[in-house]
């Protein structure tokens, strides 16, 4: 894509930033790839320090573009993150009069939304290569490399503050039977994205990153095919994976990790299986251990690691929102994963009423349950090629809805395959 660094003085609105000469913890930006909508932005950016960008003059403005009040075709927004109403939390959420006079959005084209997607793949694949080489000298060695550890978290969280949707859709690419470190990096990525949406500073979310990574790290002390929970586990096999906790705690006092709230969270993360008691030390919704407790939770429900048959996103949230109603700090948390996640969140493959099937492309506000979709295959499920775009938001009263989410693993739905071919 054509870039080019350009003083701070000649940014304008509607160019977009692909790059700034800071880090993004000097700058009041969540994420360094972003377009310019105001005046007022740049003048946060020149406010922190920063004195040349790096812009992509595919998706904004060129420098050419400076008296031109807006390119022939407007430029595409980057991944959003998911606008979600949350359907089985609503009474948690004040009720909002919509804004008629605001424009909607403009939807992401489907190849920049399959350029995030592969990009968002690869960077996972990289990261679970390194989280099973971090894992694996643990497990040899009885100490955890830090450095490797805080290098992985600090990558994710860059990932997850640029690309959260795609980020958030490639969990779902992973394998059916995960593996520990593909479970340490899902609940690593999922706590990051979820303590971004709680406003957790810096440190702390690098704290919380780090705990939900290695928060199974004692797991590598046990037999190999002990690691995961299984209904045929002897009463003495149950005893010993119960261990995994102290043996946590062990190797990361061990390897000189011993913040309070790390240890926590390494020592209570299975508390949510219990909901009806409360954290150690703290029982709030913003808590680390709560939060890392809810995910691992989640991530169980859906790889049927819990006693229970496997579960779609969707009957996840549902079960633990229900067993969320007896503390009101669970529910919250729970309420704002829901929102995080969301109903249709983009990306996601839905079938319809019709019995079509499609893929999320873009998120209407006001309207998360009719999303924007390219239809892959039709009523017979034969493939549609070139993908059909289909906004039910426009559909008239009582035609097509979404009937369901489908995990694209077991419907053998591509993708980012979709996508290309929808932009072709």
């Known amino acids: 894509m054509p870039k080019r ?3 701070i003085a000649r940014l304008k609105v509607g160019m977009y930033i692909s790059g700034l000469d800071r880090s993004w913890l000097h700058t009041p930006f969540l994420r360094h790839s972003f377009p310019i909508k105001s005046e007022q932005e740049i003048a946060a950016l020149r406010k922190s320090g920063v004195a040349t960008v790096v812009i992509d003059t595919d998706l904004g403005r060129d420098v050419q573009d400076e008296h031109t009040a807006s390119k022939t075709v407007p430029p595409p927004q980057p991944d959003p993150a998911p606008h979600v109403t949350d359907t089985t939390a609503a009474d948690d959420q004040p009720t909002q009069a919509p804004r008629e006079a605001e424009p909607l959005p403009a939807r992401p084209s489907p190849l920049q939304l399959a350029a995030h997607f592969s990009e968002a793949r690869q960077q996972r694949e990289q990261w679970l290569a390194r989280a099973k080489a971090l894992f694996e000298k643990t497990r040899a060695t009885d100490i955890i490399e830090a450095r490797d550890a805080q290098a992985i978290v600090d990558d994710v969280l860059k990932t997850v503050l640029e690309r959260q949707a795609a980020c958030l859709a490639v969990l779902g ?3 059916l039977d995960a593996t520990l470190q593909e479970h340490g990096l899902t609940v690593c990525t999922l706590a990051l994205i979820l303590g971004k949406s709680l406003n957790f500073s810096d440190d702390r979310l ?4 780090l705990g939900a990574l290695l928060h199974d790290i004692g797991l590598t002390k046990l037999p190999r095919h ?15 994976y119960q261990t995994h906790t102290e043996e946590g ?4 006092q061990k390897s000189w990790l011993a913040a309070p709230d790390l240890l926590l969270m390494i020592s209570h993360h299975h508390q949510f299986e219990k909901p009806t008691e409360t954290a150690p030390d703290s029982a709030s919704d913003t808590d680390p251990v709560n939060l890392i407790s809810v995910i691992d939770q989640y991530d169980e429900l859906l790889s049927g690691q819990t006693g229970l048959p496997p579960m779609s996103s969707s009957q996840a949230l549902s079960h633990l ?3 969320s109603q007896t503390h009101a700090e669970w529910r919250t948390l729970v309420s704002s994963l829901i929102r995080v996640i969301g109903i249709y969140p983009l990306y996601s493959v839905v079938s319809l009423t019709s019995d079509e099937v499609g893929v999320v492309a873009a998120i209407t506000p006001g ?11 039709d009523k017979f499920q034969r493939p549609c090629i070139p993908p059909k775009p289909l906004d039910l938001a426009q559909e008239p009263e009582g035609s097509r809805r979404v009937k369901e989410l489908l995990d694209p693993r077991r419907c053998g739905v591509n993708i980012e395959q979709v996508l290309e071919q929808a932009a072709a």
């Open 173 to 175: 690419l992973g394998q």
């Open 206 to 209: 690098n704290q919380l990153g």
């Open 226 to 240: 002990m690691i995961k929970r299984s209904k045929t586990m002897t009463p003495a096999q149950q005893a010993l």
């Open 249 to 252: 705690l062990r190797i990361l």
């Open 367 to 377: 309207k998360a349950h009719l999303p924007y979709l390219y239809l892959c295959r």
């Open 321 to 323: 929102y229900q067993r």
């Open 5 to 7: 660094t350009i003083p």
